[in-house]
């Protein structure tokens, strides 16, 4: 299983990014897909998570800011991200296949992207 996001880059305060991961290889269509993010010397933080259905949770922090969606005919799921702020400014990772637990903890995951930086200024 391969996760590449794409999308990341440079904003302004305020703007808007919309990041994408595609999913190749075994994959099923029933997987949860989540995105999250990682600033150094801090731990991995869930943002937003969607299952096959479409039904989506989100992190306070992102909660009216950013929206998660997925294609499941194309294998790829995005992050829309509106009203950047500097504080946004991490590398994003996207995440596949939810084992149980809790959503927002990365270690429930199976799967991972390698991540693309996002920095808002």
């Known amino acids: 299983v391969q996760l590449v996001e794409s999308g990341g880059g440079s904003v302004q305060a305020g703007g808007s990014l919309r990041l994408s991961c595609e999913a190749s290889g075994r994959t099923y269509f029933n997987w949860v897909m989540g995105w999250f993010r990682q600033v150094p010397g801090r731990e991995r933080e869930g943002l937003a998570t969607v299952d096959y259905r479409g039904r989506t949770a989100y992190a306070d922090s992102v909660k009216g800011r950013f929206t998660i969606s997925r294609d499941t005919a194309k294998n790829t799921v995005y992050l829309q991200m509106n009203s950047l702020k500097p504080e946004d400014t991490a590398m994003y990772y996207c995440?596949?296949?939810?084992?149980?637990?809790?959503?927002?903890?990365?270690?429930?995951?199976?799967?991972w992207g390698q991540g693309t930086q996002v920095t808002v200024s």
């Open positions: 995440a596949a296949d939810l084992r149980g637990g809790i959503w927002s903890r990365p270690e429930n995951f199976g799967y």
